[in-house]
């Protein structure tokens, strides 16, 4: 009969069907034996890890993954933090360098106040040339005055009276108003 059905033949069970009826050659099984193949087929493959070590490593498997993601969040976070304190950072270097600036300007303002001040005490002509010719003499308005007597109002020599003002009072004599005048 086996050699009759080639499919029964491949399933290797032959022409008996697999599935006895009641009564025809069946014996029951030993209670301990039907309870462990219930529990065989209740558990099937996959219900139950075959190696523990896999279970555990699998969920630290999660659990890296989790804390890997949020260490990449916490770092992205930082990231922008310092991007931000980076761009104030530069505000706060251009208003110092703003302040510096308007530091140098005021000093230079002050200087040349100085020197426009002392220029015109010591009777200058022209402000500006004399600030120019007093920085090549270090500031010095006596040296200046040496070297470029030009650029300053003359002065009477007795009188401390500008050439041609006139006395402090009316002349006794022509020849000593002329000499008042020359002087």
């Known amino acids: 009969m086996a050699g009759?059905?080639?499919?029964?033949?491949?399933?290797?069970?032959?022409?008996?069907?697999?599935?006895?009826?009641a009564g025809e050659g069946t014996r029951p099984q030993e209670p301990q034996a039907q309870g462990e193949a219930a529990q065989e087929a209740a558990a099937g493959e996959g219900a139950k890890p075959q190696d523990?070590?896999?279970a555990e490593a699998a969920a630290s498997d999660h659990k890296l993954e989790a804390d890997y993601r949020r260490a990449q969040k916490t770092v992205a976070e930082l990231r922008a933090r310092l991007a931000e304190r980076d761009g104030q950072?530069?505000?706060?270097?251009?208003r110092v360098a703003a302040?510096?600036?308007?530091?140098?300007?005021?000093r230079a303002e002050a200087e040349a106040e100085r020197a426009n001040a002392a220029l015109a005490a010591a009777g200058c002509l022209d402000p500006e040339l004399g600030r120019a010719a007093l920085?090549?003499?270090?500031?010095?308005?006596?040296?200046?005055?040496?070297?470029?007597?030009?650029?300053f109002r003359a002065q009477a020599k007795g009188t401390g009276r500008p050439v041609g003002a006139a006395g402090a009072g009316p002349a006794r004599s022509?020849?000593?108003a002329v000499s008042d005048y020359r002087k």
């Open 4 to 21: 009759d059905n080639p499919i029964a033949a491949a399933a290797g069970e032959g022409a008996k069907p697999q599935d006895p009826k």
């Open 52 to 54: 523990p070590k896999a």
């Open 89 to 94: 950072a530069k505000t706060v270097e251009e």
């Open 99 to 106: 302040l510096e600036r308007e530091l140098a300007e005021s």
């Open 135 to 151: 920085a090549s003499f270090d500031g010095d308005v006596a040296s200046l005055k040496a070297a470029k007597p030009y650029l």
């Open 174 to 176: 022509i020849h000593e």
